[in-house]
């Protein structure tokens, strides 16, 4: 085994140790990996969340001009709970090929290749900066992120290309959906349910309201792209929970439910419609009988799609590195779009497979992670050069 491979092992086994599940604090993993790059001379910024729990991380190598690359990982995982782990979770155990552990895959694995990478740079040679990007709470919607698109906005300089590692089995990926999540809490009036007539059903209005949006479905369906799977935008419910007990009018009722939508296509439409539908044909019924009723609709989280020209001159390059003819794209959503929107050339690639992300007995193959450390090494070299 290589040196480098057996470095990356090294880093990725402290990555998974630390229990850096969305709900957690991923603090102790920053700290770590500030550690590590103050070792290797780097000074790390480190930008937390208002309540000081978690934080981002972000640094810049080399001269400190317009251009470059930035490195784009989230550090924390998705629950365990409920899951069958044949392999403790939170360390990393390796058989053969594979390399176990929670976040091997979704993406420490490539967290783990860019520091051991960066332990070998140079910093008087690079003529652009290389910068790296961690950030907090990716896997519940793409909420840490925001900080540190706030620092890179009050640069004088940022990066050109921003290459975000999620699992891509390191296929360049120019192009994924967007999301809107919502919460829509219902209010009703109580009252026994042997009088219904007196009081305002949450739930059967809340069930109106998810009836409309199987409706709204059906009209995203017509409108395809078949570079997707599935090749439309989709709307869904995915929890519900109201009421007290049958004999009761239940006075409340509320459902989450998300929009991912194609990169072309604006989420504003759909949600609009939702929200007009909810104020104007629900809500003045529920208040002949109660004031009080209401409808209301909060944002969880949302980020845009993706969508980058295949001749782009970036993702030419990066095919060229990575010997791939052509990009695809991802049904799942990443922060790339976040950045693509902020003006930097994004594009999804990393090691690994989203096969493998998010279930039990989560693994990574070493190859992968060797596929990405020659190609974070084409990245260096590129950096030397111009
Ligand atoms: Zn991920």
């Known amino acids: 085994m290589s040196d480098r491979l057996q470095r990356t092992l090294q880093?990725?086994?402290?990555?998974?140790s630390f229990d850096t599940t969305s709900q957690e604090s991923n603090l102790a993993l920053i700290d770590y990996v500030q550690d590590y790059l103050s070792k290797q001379g780097f000074d790390a910024e480190v930008l937390y969340n208002s309540q000081k729990t978690k934080a981002n991380l972000v640094v810049c190598i080399g001269p400190r001009v317009a251009g470059g690359i930035l490195l784009s990982g989230h550090t924390d995982v998705v629950p365990i709970d409920g899951q069958h782990w044949n392999y403790p979770p939170f360390s990393l155990t390796l058989e053969d090929e594979r390399c176990y552990g929670?976040?091997?895959?979704?993406?420490?694995?490539?967290?783990?290749?860019?520091?051991a990478i960066i332990s070998e740079i140079d910093p008087q040679q690079l003529k652009k900066p290389l910068w790296l990007g961690l950030s907090y709470d990716e896997e519940v919607g793409c909420l840490g992120v925001h900080e540190l698109h706030d620092y890179l906005a009050a640069q004088p300089v940022k990066p050109e290309l921003c290459l975000v590692g999620e699992p891509t089995s390191m296929r360049p990926v120019n192009g994924h959906k967007g999301k809107v999540a919502l919460r829509c809490q219902v209010k009703g009036k109580e009252c026994h349910s042997a009088y219904t007539p007196q009081g305002v059903n949450?739930?059967?209005?809340?069930?109106?309201?998810?009836?409309?949006?199987?409706?709204?479905?059906?009209?995203?369906i017509e409108k395809g792209d078949l570079r997707f799977d599935p090749p439309f935008s989709t709307l869904h419910v995915g929890t519900i929970s109201g009421g007290e007990a049958l004999n009761i009018v239940p006075n409340f009722c509320q459902f989450d439910m998300e929009l991912r939508y194609l990169p072309q296509q604006s989420p504003s439409e759909v949600v609009d419609s939702l929200k007009t539908y909810a104020q104007h044909q629900l809500v003045p019924v529920m208040r002949e009988m109660s004031a009080d009723c209401d409808i209301s609709f909060k944002t969880l989280a949302a980020y845009p799609g993706l969508y980058l020209d295949e001749m782009t001159p970036w993702l030419q390059q990066l095919l060229a590195w990575t010997n791939f003819s052509t990009a695809h794209t991802v049904s799942f959503g990443t922060e790339g779009g976040l950045y693509q929107a902020s003006g930097i050339t994004s594009i999804i690639c990393g090691p690994g497979s989203m096969a493998q992300g998010h279930k039990p007995d989560e693994y990574i193959?070493?190859?992968?992670?060797?596929?990405?450390?020659?190609?974070?090494?084409?990245?260096i070299c590129h950096l030397y050069e111009k």
């Open 11 to 16: 880093l990725l086994n402290n990555l998974v």
């Open 102 to 115: 929670r976040g091997t895959t979704d993406m420490k694995g490539f967290v783990a290749c860019c520091l």
């Open 202 to 220: 949450a739930i059967q209005y809340a069930a109106r309201l998810i009836h409309f949006i199987l409706e709204q479905e059906k009209q995203l």
């Open 365 to 379: 193959e070493k190859d992968q992670l060797r596929q990405c450390l020659k190609l974070l090494e084409r990245i």
